[in-house]
């Protein structure tokens, strides 16, 4: 299961039909349509607030970056609330 947080991404990978403007992706985008289709894999919406990999990856509020911390088991010994 993947958690996504791209609505275009999971509707792209579920589509079987191929659209003018997806033609630009490669061999990685077909893989991961084929494992869709035969329910290999399944793609899960995950709201922007709630995306893990945020933390990793961009600068987040104070409230969303302790958020995204206390649920990957982080705690900050320096943070008084």
């Known amino acids: ?3 996504c947080d791209n609505q275009s991404a999971i509707q792209l990978a579920s589509n079987p039909f191929s659209h003018e403007h997806s033609k630009h992706i490669d061999i990685d985008y077909h893989f991961i349509r ?3 289709n035969s329910g290999f894999l399944r793609l899960v919406h995950v709201k922007l607030e709630y995306q893990l990999a945020d933390i990793l990856t961009k600068a ?3 409230q969303q970056f ?6 990957l088991g982080i705690l900050d010994i320096y943070f008084s609330s």
């Open 66 to 71: 302790h958020l995204i911390m206390s649920k």
């Open 34 to 36: 084929e494992n869709v």
């Open 1 to 3: 299961m993947f958690f």
């Open 60 to 62: 987040l509020p104070q």
